[in-house]
């Protein structure tokens, strides 16, 4: 009965979509593939407003379905309201949703449940902004900031968890520690949901001599590892490292002072063009002025 009450709004809404059938199937998809705790038809029927919201999704974004079908608690997100006050709210919304990941990894009791949380948090997150592009309540560069916001968060997070656990094992970090450098769509702030992360981590051995560089290999491959994780939500995001210096072939950890004889005497021009893109995301404030510095330096020499 309640199936046959919504049908007459369900059959137009998916007959409106490009593909009909295709969306025909992903709603059946949807039904079926759903808990049985979750009671679909049931929200549908107290929140007609759902039907089109739904009836878009599969109709348009076929891994938007996929993500509303393996992840039930997506619904809750499509019940806020999807008027224009979202757009105008979309800054607070960030800052909100980006505090709020801070506050739960630093509680978490471990970093394998810190992960755990901000995989649930940057998927759920990452649906709500591709829904609200999708149905034109948030733009492009709207969406672009806040999933960049959101992956600078996760970042400055994950990387004092890593640090402290990298720190019990081996000793705390030499020299003055390790950056985070953002670059492609993540160091222009040009993020969508599902965006690469591309980055290179940047560190100062100080006095620490040739042994600094295993334990910062060490480390940047436990933070990748965290990144990388897969989880019951999909691992955090995928990681491209290939933009360092001398990309796949080189360390994954680059002395700061390596960084700048490579940009001084080997880099070729597409590497300082990548460089216009790079952005210091997180890690000691002294090193991120002087990384930031380098930057700066390398993009203004003179190329013969």
Known sequence: ALLAALLPR??????????????????????????????????????????????????????????????????????????GGETLRAGQHTREICALLRRRMDAAADTALAIEIAQRLVRGE???????????????????????????TTLQR????????????????????????????AGSREMMAGSDLDLMLVYDPGEAGPGAAGYYSRLVHGLIGALTAPGRD????????????????????VSLDAFIRYHAESAWVWERMALTRARVVTGPAPL?????????????????
């Open 158 to 185: 994950l990387l004092v968890r890593i640090v402290a656990d990298h720190a019990a094992r081996h000793g705390p970090p030499p020299g003055a520690g390790v950056v985070i450098v953002a670059l492609g769509k």
């Open 234 to 253: 999909g691992p955090l995001y995928a990681v491209d490292m290939r933009l360092r210096p001398s990309g796949s072939q080189g360390p994954v950890a």
């Open 288 to 304: 991120r002025a002087r990384v930031t510095a380098a930057i700066d330096a390398a993009l203004h020499q003179h190329v013969p």
């Open 10 to 83: 369900l059959v137009a809404t998916l007959a409106a979509q490009p593909d009909p059938d295709r969306a025909l199937q992903r709603f059946d998809r949807l039904i079926f593939g759903l808990p049985a705790g979750i009671p679909l038809l049931s929200l549908l029927r107290h929140n007609p407003a759902l039907i089109d919201r739904i009836g878009g999704i599969l109709g348009s974004a076929p891994w938007l379905a996929e993500h509303l079908a393996a992840t039930p608690s997506a619904l809750e997100g499509l019940l806020l309201p999807s008027e």
């Open 126 to 152: 990452e649906f709500r902004l591709a829904t609200a592009l999708l149905e034109t309540t948030l733009d492009i560069d709207q969406v672009a900031r806040a999933a960049t916001a959101l992956a600078d």
